[in-house]
T-cell receptor
Framework: DAGITQSPRHKVTETGTPVTLRCHQT?????MYWYRQDPGHGLRLIHY???????DKGEVSDGYSVSRSKTEDFLLTLESATSSQTSVYFC???????????FGPGTRLTVL | QQQVKQSPQSLIVQKGGISIINCAYE??????FPWYQQFPGKGPALLIA?????SEKKEGRFTISFNKSAKQFSLHIMDSQPGDSATYFC????????????FGKGTKLSVKP
């Protein structure tokens, strides 16, 4: 998976609890992305980063925040998880905005 | 909202047959059209991609056909094999933005032996 790891790979949590997902890359790529994948919806962009401390919102950013304090790590935080955030979350990286995006193995999150 | 419309949602093909998946878009600023392949439990992986200045791109058994005037593109899998059974996503990139990809909703392909 192109030097991308995601942790945890599976998580079950309760409504209202905070959750942080981590994406770690060893490729030194500038761009990093968080997507969620739901049946019938394909992949939808949550947030992305175009450099350390440089982030922006995607299509479905409500209820999510991100941080990128160093090149290799991109964190996705659900401040107060809801059942509608049950999903599979994928991190992706790319060298530039016109380069191929490589995806990580995903994190399956269940919010009860 | 920018959209990429993908069809069909699911597809069953016999081994050796041709699988065809179609996508349509509206935004003329899209400048790059990749197809991703995803196996269960894995992340999507780039399969093949095309830019709008060519009408066709072939890599092995996989071909993208692109119709700029109709704003449509399609993936053809020749001699489909059971190992091709996966979910396929088309996508489009807006060249005027940060280059984010807009994905279709996916097509689940099953190739029967």
């Amino acid at each position: 998976d192109a030097g991308i790891t995601q942790s945890p790979r599976h998580k079950v949590t309760e409504t209202g609890t905070p959750v942080t997902l981590r994406c770690h890359q060893t490729e030194n790529h500038r761009y990093m992305y968080w997507y969620r994948q739901d049946p019938g919806h394909g992949l939808r962009l949550i947030h992305y980063s175009y450099g350390v401390k440089d982030t922006d919102k995607g299509e479905v950013s409500d209820g999510y925040s991100v941080s990128r304090s160093k090149t290799e790590d991109f964190l996705l935080t659900l401040e107060s998880a809801t059942s509608s955030q049950t999903s599979v979350y994928f991190c992706a990286i790319s060298e530039s905005k016109v380069s191929e995006q490589f995806f990580g193995p995903g994190t399956r999150l269940t919010v009860l | 909202q920018q959209q990429v419309k993908q069809s069909p949602q699911s597809l069953i093909v016999q081994k050796g047959g041709i699988s065809i998946i179609n996508c349509a878009y509206e935004n003329t600023a899209f400048d790059y059209f990749p197809w991703y392949q995803q196996f269960p439990g894995k992340g999507p992986a780039l399969l093949i991609a095309i830019r709008p200045d060519v009408s066709e791109k072939k890599e092995g058994r996989f071909t993208i056909s692109f119709n700029k005037s109709a704003k449509q593109f399609s993936l053809h899998i020749m001699d489909s094999q059971p190992g091709d059974s996966a979910t396929y996503f088309c996508a489009a990139r807006d060249g005027g933005s940060q280059g984010n990809l807009i994905f279709g909703k996916g097509t689940k392909l099953s190739v029967k032996p």
